[in-house]
């Protein structure tokens, strides 16, 4: 089955110890993506991926880092996590190819940040 | 600034069509409009995009004024199951890749 899978789905934790979010995709997508959700603010773009150790900063990257190394993985790595990144976290992948770059988006991680 | 502007919310009677409004006054030529919804909490899921022809799929119509400044996505005949949180995008290409910024969504309330 085609998924994006994401893990941990819940979590909470303390300011300041480090977290990494794992996400995987099983359709050999080159583009993936983080988002997060926010009451009222709808979901904006952490980084993105085009392919292999190819990342960029999105909207909203500040306290956020980002690996691609390999194809299916693309983590999110909180160094130093805050109480303002509480938020639902999505991960997102898609083709590349032709003008289907549809993105199937992952099931969700709720992080808290106490 | 918000690149997309959706209404909070719109409610639809069962078996009728919904026309939910997006926009996007600041879109360039290459960007392109995407819809997708999210039910409750879940991921977004896809349902329709275009450049500046009307499309249709099997879930929706899309249609998009001739000076591409907003967007309508048509649910021809809502069902109950539609009722959701729905997206109006712009994705603008970079040569890095494709960034995403969603507006802040109508929520569809369908009623029987």
């Known amino acids: 089955e085609a998924q994006v899978t994401q893990n941990p789905r819940y979590l909470i934790t303390v300011t300041g110890k480090k977290l990494t979010v794992t996400c995987s995709q099983n359709?050999?997508?080159?583009?993936m993506s983080w988002y997060r959700q926010d009451p009222g603010l709808g979901l904006r773009q952490i980084y993105y991926?085009?392919?292999?150790?190819?990342?960029d900063k999105g909207d909203v990257p500040e306290g956020y880092k980002v690996s691609r190394k390999e194809k299916r993985n693309f983590p999110l790595i909180l160094e130093s996590p805050s109480p303002n990144q509480t938020s639902l976290y999505f991960c997102?992948?898609?083709?590349?190819?032709?003008?289907?770059?549809?993105?199937?988006f992952g099931p969700g991680t709720r992080l808290t940040v106490l | 600034d918000a690149k997309t502007t959706q209404p909070p919310s719109m409610d639809c009677a069962e078996g009728r069509a919904a026309n939910l409004p997006c926009n996007h006054s600041t879109i360039s030529g290459n960007e392109y409009v995407y819809w997708y919804r999210q039910i409750h909490s879940q991921g977004p899921q896809y349902i329709i995009h275009?450049?500046?022809n009307n499309e249709t799929n099997e879930m929706a119509s899309l249609i998009i004024t001739e000076d591409r400044k907003s967007s309508t996505l048509i649910l021809p005949h809502a069902t109950l199951r539609d009722t959701a949180v729905y997206y109006c995008?712009?994705?603008?290409?970079?040569?890095?890749?494709?960034?995403?910024?969603f507006g802040t969504g109508t929520s569809l309330t369908v009623i029987p």
């Open positions: 359709m050999n997508h080159e583009y």
């Open positions: 991926s085009m392919n292999v150790e190819v990342t």
């Open positions: 275009g450049l500046k």
């Open positions: 995008i712009v994705r603008v290409a970079f040569w890095t890749g494709n960034q995403f910024y």
């Open positions: 997102a992948s898609s083709t590349l190819q032709g003008a289907e770059d549809t993105q199937y």
